[in-house]
């Protein structure tokens, strides 16, 4: 089992700057990739960015890439999203979650999820 915990959600202004955590206990946390996902009201969970195990390796969703970085501190058992250039449609809840699978993108390959957390953009 891996807990997962995120945090540093908050009400932000466009164009503002975010950094999300996401402090994980339990097993090994350098076993497993690590992936940030979102979801607005009334829409499908979406891919936003990944990290492999060594964390050199990353992958973006297009809406993102340019304006998102994710990392990983191992020896924190922690993982980050930095969110730079923030636009109102990255308006969601910002979900972290461990890798069990082999797609990177894809939310079903993805085993354990912490409970989330809320970013506002205003325009």
């Known amino acids: 089992q891996v807990q997962l915990v995120e945090s540093g959600g908050k009400l932000v202004q466009a164009g503002d700057s975010l950094r999300l955590s996401c402090a994980a206990s339990g097993r090994t946390f350098n076993n497993y990739a690590m992936g940030w996902f979102r979801q607005a009201p009334g829409k499908e969970r979406e891919f936003v960015s990944a990290i492999m195990l060594n964390g050199v390796r990353t992958y973006y969703a297009e809406s993102v890439k340019g304006r998102f970085t994710i990392s990983r501190d191992n020896a924190k058992n922690t993982v980050y999203l930095q969110m730079n250039s923030m636009k109102p449609e990255d308006t969601a809840v910002y979900y972290c979650?461990?890798?069990?699978?082999?797609?990177?993108?894809?939310?079903?390959?993805?085993?354990?999820w912490g409970q989330g957390t809320q970013v506002t953009v205003s325009s």
């Open positions: 979650a461990a890798n069990l699978g082999v797609s990177y993108s894809s939310a079903a390959s993805y085993g354990y």
